[in-house]
């Protein structure tokens, strides 16, 4: 139950203290309506479910007392999973807006580092995060420590994405509670209950991802009837009532798309590039190690990367440049800076022999 704007916004306190006074204490029921009404007097109107709100509540002092918590809000597009997103994450900080609303990690990352590192209880979301991160890299590495540690910063993050799956593992571990949005104005929340042994966050993930979909949540509701909450949502937020702020996330969240699609459309018209140029090694004699230095050179490697790659020294890779444009290749140097960072492939000599001669590389440390 919540106070749209349809409704009166006092009478629909006054009915909601009723209802907690015959459920809960006085000193319980004053400390919720004066968050409650902190956050939704000055909008006339509330923006979550009353019985989610307590459940907020209650994790926002968790914050307080053990650190950072994170939730993950998913189901297909349109069922608004990012205006859910915003409402949460703005009852449990009411400074949140719209910036702090982002599409990858290091935008996320950027966020995070402009709170305080310590007890900090601001918000941030990740709304369809592009996962372009490799955890064994040295970014993927340095952002597991930030994991590890963002516990002590005391922040309320929000990870909105249309199913599971689509959430990181890394951070999908993290997870204390799942939101699930299979239509308008209707959710359910599952969440961890270790006191009681009951981990269902990845058991939900997992059959998702092996049975039914979508499906497999309400497979489960049927299985286990007290293991989720039903509650309403909105179709606003108080961050859309700011309308140059609501324009400034929807330019964002198109200029991100944008970037995904010259991003595909790029990587696959260098794949095209490097396939049709490649097909002509087979018609040129070159050595076993010519080819591997010819091949790192097509996926842009420098002479200092291809001989860690293949354990020789960076001597030996001009000596196989030198002896691969001997037999054909174009091969230029690219300067930045005035120096030689790296070498690329323009063309090689085409040739009638369509025979593949490979020979042993006769090159020395």
Known sequence: MMARKDQEYATHK??????????????????????????????????IDYKLAYRLIDDYHRVKKLGTIVYGIVGEGGTGKSTFLKNILYFLS??????????????????????????????????????????????????????????????FIGI??????????????????????????????????????????????NAYKDRKGYGTFF???????????????????????????????????SKDYDNDIKGFITMVQKKEDKENIKPVINKVVLTDIQQQVLDLLYDGKNVEEIANIRKITTRSVFVCIKGIKKKGFKIDRVYE??????????????????TVISSPANVYD
Not at 103 to 125: M, Q, R, W
Not at 138 to 148: A, H, L, P, S, T
């Open 14 to 47: 006054k009915e909601v203290r009723e209802i907690l006074l015959n459920r809960k204490t006085i000193e319980r029921t004053n400390t919720f309506m004066n968050f409650y009404s902190n956050r939704y007097d000055k909008y006339d109107r509330s923006f």
């Open 94 to 155: 009411p400074e949140f807006n719209n910036n702090a609303i982002t599409t990858d990690l290091l935008s996320f990352v950027k966020v995070i580092d402009s709170y305080p590192k310590l007890n900090a209880l601001k918000s941030v979301g990740l709304d369809e995060p592009d996962d372009g991160l490799h955890f064994s890299s040295n970014e993927g590495k340095r952002f597991r420590k930030i994991i590890g540690k963002w516990r002590q910063q005391q922040l």
């Open 160 to 205: 909105c994405a249309t199913d599971p799956s689509d959430i990181p593992a890394y951070l999908f571990r993290k997870l204390h509670t799942l939101f699930f949005l299979p239509y308008h104005r209707v959710g359910y929340e599952f969440r961890n209950i270790p006191r009681k042994g009951i981990y269902l966050l990845q058991e939900l993930k």
């Open 219 to 253: 497979e489960y509701m049927k299985k286990h009837p007290r293991h989720y909450f039903r509650f309403e949502t909105s179709s606003l937020s108080p961050l859309d009532i700011d309308k140059k702020s609501k324009e400034e996330y929807l330019e964002n969240k």
């Open 337 to 354: 800076g005035g120096k030689v960072t790296h070498y690329k492939v323009l063309s090689s000599l085409t040739s009638n022999d369509n």
